[in-house]
C-alpha cells in the first residue's frame, strides 16, 4: 500500500499564504509525477499544480504567478506555496502521486495514489 498524508491546511485571510505539504510512504517506493487538485462545495475536482519527478512544473491559469509548487524526492514529499490567496481558493486540497512500488511479495505494483484531502478556506 502506498499512503499519502497532508498537512498544512487552515483558515487565512485573503492576500495572505499557506503551504501544504503532502509525504508519500510505502514499500521500495518510486515516485513519478505529483500533484495537487482542489474541490469545492458543489465543484469538481480540478487540477491545481503538477510536478514531475525531474521538476518540471505545470499549473491551473487561475493560481499562476501565485502558486508555487516544489518536491523533495528523497523524503517523497510536495509541497505547494500559496501566496496572495483569495476566497476563490477556498476548497478541500488533495495530492497525489504516480508510484511504482513493491508488495510484500515483491511484486511491482504501479499506480496513483490520493491524499486524504486538508481544508483551506480564505476568509474576505
Known amino acids: 500500500q502506498v499512503q499519502l498524508v497532508e498537512s498544512g491546511g487552515g483558515l487565512v485571510q485573503a492576500g495572505g499564504s499557506l503551504r501544504l505539504s503532502c509525504t508519500a510512504s510505502?514499500?521500495?517506493?518510486?515516485?513519478?509525477?505529483m500533484g495537487w487538485y482542489r474541490q469545492a462545495p458543489g465543484k469538481q475536482r480540478d487540477l491545481v499544480a503538477t510536478?514531475?519527478?525531474?521538476?518540471?512544473?505545470n499549473y491551473a491559469d487561475s493560481v499562476k504567478g501565485r502558486f508555487s509548487i516544489s518536491r523533495d524526492n528523497i523524503k517523497n514529499t510536495v509541497y505547494l506555496q500559496m501566496n496572495s490567496l483569495k476566497t476563490e481558493d477556498t476548497a478541500v486540497y488533495y495530492c497525489?502521486?504516480?508510484?511504482?512500488?513493491?508488495?510484500?511479495?515483491?511484486?511491482?505494483?504501479?499506480?496513483?495514489?490520493w491524499g486524504q484531502g486538508t481544508q483551506v478556506t480564505v476568509s474576505s
Open positions: 497525489n502521486a504516480d508510484y511504482l512500488h513493491y508488495s510484500d511479495y515483491d511484486v511491482p505494483v504501479v499506480g496513483r495514489s
Open positions: 510505502g514499500r521500495r517506493l518510486t515516485i513519478n509525477d
Open positions: 510536478i514531475t519527478s525531474g521538476g518540471s512544473t
